[in-house]
Structures are given as structure tokens and as C-alpha cells.
Nanobody
Framework: QVQLVESGGGLVQPGGSLRLSCAAS????????MGWYRQAAGKQRELVAG???????NYADSLKGRFTISRDNAKNTVYLQMNSLKPEDTAVYYC????????????????WGQGTQVTVSS
């Protein structure tokens, strides 16, 4: 019913930047909260940043100032601008969305993207 497609991951040198995108499609009436999570090898998944439909944001304390989350409601897309990347940022980054459907049952339901790999290495 709803698909989240992530893009923008890849290999980058320390200090570099990447911009991740996640586009939602399907039977969408509206999207409430959207967020980015990441999971490094051998570690549990953690919140990176979240954003409401009104663009109120929240960040993991350790990432505030380097990462910026934003969204385009007309495109049902959320972005994550990552600057000053460090090797410790290496992880699979996952998009998450809380979606109200335009069909019954409406939800809201939670959806996850398949993840995109970000590798920070020299």
C-alpha cells in the first residue's frame, strides 16, 4: 500500500557530506511524523532525526549541528543532510513514516524503507 524509497547513500571521506532522500508513494492521505534511523554493524537501531508534518524537528544530541532533517510535503519526501561526516557515522540509514491512508482501514500505519548504506572512510 505504501512504499518508502531511499536514495543518496554511498562512500564518502571523513569530513564530507551526503544528502539522503526518502520518497513515500502509494495510498497516502497524509504523512504525520517522518524520521531517519541508523544501524551500525553489531549495534542496535537508533534515532537520527525526526520531523513532524509542520516541520518541527528533533535530533539525537550527538548529531545536532552536523545533520539536518527536512521534508517536502507536496512530494511526500523527507531528506537528511549530513555534513562533517565521521567514520562513526557509518551505518545503514533507514527511513520511517507514520502514514494515514486514503483507503480503509486508514491507520495511521508505520512504514520502513529498505535502508541505504552510508560508509565514511578514507
Amino acid at each position: 500500500q505504501v512504499q518508502l524509497v531511499e536514495s543518496g547513500g554511498g562512500l564518502v571521506q571523513p569530513g564530507g557530506s551526503l544528502r539522503l532522500s526518502c520518497a513515500a508513494s502509494g495510498s497516502i492521505l497524509s504523512i504525520y511524523h517522518m524520521g531517519w534511523y541508523r544501524q551500525a554493524a553489531g549495534k542496535q537501531r537508533e534515532l537520527v532525526a525526526g520531523i513532524t508534518r509542520g516541520s518541527t524537528t528533533n535530533y539525537a544530541d550527538s548529531l545536532k549541528g552536523r545533520f539536518t532533517i527536512s521534508r517536502d510535503n507536496a512530494k511526500n519526501t523527507v531528506y537528511l543532510q549530513m555534513n562533517s561526516l565521521k567514520p562513526e557515522d557509518t551505518a545503514v540509514y533507514y527511513c520511517h513514516a507514520e502514514v494515514l491512508l486514503n483507503i480503509l482501514p486508514r491507520g495511521p500505519f508505520e512504514y520502513w524503507g529498505q535502508g541505504t548504506q552510508v560508509t565514511v572512510s578514507s
